[in-house]
């Protein structure tokens, strides 16, 4: 399989949208179609990443970072991996290598450049030449760190997902090489015996009168579901680094880190909007920002009502949002502040140092909605 690779920068995503016409979404924000929706996501979820890594090894230091990051990726991978098994095992289907990868529960196929040329039961092979997720990493997260990221994440989904799987390397763009090289397999019995189970699982549903969920079903784009997809793997690496955190430092230290990471996040984010803006000659104001946001509308992934946007003042009060929603669901309390708190007004302030953002509520902090207030001095 060949996907169309789009490299999952600020720029690229906006020329998307800009070549078919932009249309007004959700708190004025840019309606995402679906790979624009993933691209974007994409894009947040690795610099996000990214920025948490860079502050650890500065905090830790090159070899206890590392050890650090790679026990935060296996953790994170063990869940997602458990995710997938639970999921593949619900509709009857063998926990062999093609189901893993077809129910693999990344949602961007746009920002993955693959080639896929071995596929069986028991064993696959692909080459990626471009990754969306490196194209963020590079020049943010430590190479060290980066590599622990690659090396570990797979290898952790796929054991959790069947301990008789394995996936192996032959050559990873985080290490300097011109692809990523993968290799999926697990001994032919093993996926003999994963068929033969789920074979079982399906005729005991027969005779039990259950529904059979088979295969799964094809799904039409829809930019919701690519925002949700990918807004759920952006928490699960932020709740699983403040997790590791937590056990290695225990609290104050774990909320400072996070606050560092994520003011860096969101002046990386406001100087990447703003060195945008300016080379297409655009003036740096609210109406630019707003609509021209780096976190696009996607459907009804999440909801703004009272809207207002003038000269001076843009304000919205959010009443649905995915990453609330998953932020609940893995418990991550009051460590997810600073993914608002310090990422928002750091990046409007960078973006122009006249605009400001306050937070008055916050659906993080047990508010009913979250109110976002931008000002900008005339």
Known sequence: MTTQYVPATYTNILDLMLARGIKPGQGGHPEAEPAEAALAMVRLQASCWSHLAA???SVFGPQEAESLVRETVRRLGRYRGNEIR??????GLPLDVPHLLDYWDYAADEAVDMTEYDREPHYYAHEVPGCGFWDQMEGICPQPLAIAMCEEIHVAVA???NPAMDVWYPAILSRGQA???FRWEMPQEAAEKAAAQAERATEAAKKGGLPLLGEREPQQPDPARSYSAMARLHVIFYHYVADQLLRTVGEERTEDILKRAMAKWGTWRGEEMRRDHQNRGWPLNL?????YFDEPSAGDAWVAENV????????KDITTAAFSEWFETLGTGRFALPMFEEALPAQAKAYNSAMELTIPQLMERGDPVSRLVYKIRS
Do not use: M, S, W
């Not at 639970?86 to 509709?91: A, D, K, L, M, N």
């Not at 109406?287 to 609509?291: A, P, Q």
């Open 308 to 315: 207002k946007l003038t000269a001076t003042e843009h304000t």
């Open 179 to 181: 692809k990523c090289i």
């Open 86 to 91: 639970r999921e593949v095992e619900r509709r």
């Open 287 to 291: 109406e630019t920002f707003i609509t």
């Open 159 to 161: 054991k959790e997902y």
């Open 55 to 57: 502050e650890i090894d």
